[in-house]
Every structure is written in structure tokens, then in C-alpha cells.
């Protein structure tokens, strides 16, 4: 009795702690990838998202005033941007209203 009791102590000084401190480690990362995943962080990194290809749409509409780029190869470009615009806006804005649905009907 006395052997199991001494086997007790041993795991639960050197196993369990162990077990213990890689459960810490593993909850930590586990926290920090939960608060990147968040919905506010994910609506603004959408957001700017958005916001980056409304200004790359204008910046090549500039480049065509400038005469730095062909018409043909202005437009082509410019929808795909604009495309990409509109998505990343309807998105984020259906997301938001979802995430305040949500956070409303709680």
C-alpha cells in the first residue's frame, strides 16, 4: 500500500505537472487564435480588405488619366477590382448585420 501511495506522489508531482503545463501552453495558443478569429477582427480586416481594392481601383483610374495605361487594359483591370470591391463590401456588410443580429437577440 504504502508502494502505491509513494507511485501517487511520483506521478502527481512529475506527470501531472507535466500534463499540466502543456494543457497551459495549449490554452493559451488556443485563446490567441480564438481572439484573431473574433468577429470584430474579422469584419475589420474585411474592411480594409475592401477598402484596399477601392483604392488600387483608384489608383489605376488615375493611372489612366495620366496616360499610363491603355483603355483596353484600364478596363479589364478596373471591373476585376471593382468586383472585388463590391464582394468584399456586401460581405462585410451582411456579416455585420448578422453579428448584430446575434449579439442583439442574446
Given at each position: 500500500m ?12 512529475t ?12 490554452d493559451?495558443r ?10 470584430g477582427?474579422?469584419l475589420?480586416?474585411?474592411?480594409e ?6 483604392k488600387e481601383?483608384?489608383d489605376?483610374h488615375?493611372?489612366?488619366n495620366d496616360r499610363?495605361?491603355e483603355?483596353i ?12 470591391y463590391?464582394?468584399r463590401?456586401?460581405l ?5 448585420h448578422?453579428?448584430q443580429a446575434n449579439s442583439?437577440g442574446?
Open positions: 504504502l508502494e502505491l501511495k509513494n507511485q501517487c506522489t511520483v506521478i502527481r508531482t506527470e501531472l505537472a507535466t500534463a499540466e503545463e502543456k494543457f497551459h501552453v495549449l493559451k488556443v485563446r490567441e487564435a480564438m481572439s484573431f478569429l473574433a468577429p477582427v474579422l475589420e480586416r474585411l474592411q480588405a475592401a477598402k484596399a481594392a477601392e481601383s483608384d489605376l488615375q493611372d489612366l499610363k495605361i483603355l487594359d484600364f478596363i479589364q483591370k478596373y471591373k476585376k477590382l471593382r468586383t472585388i463590391h464582394r463590401t456586401l462585410y456588410l451582411a456579416a455585420k448578422h453579428v442583439a442574446k
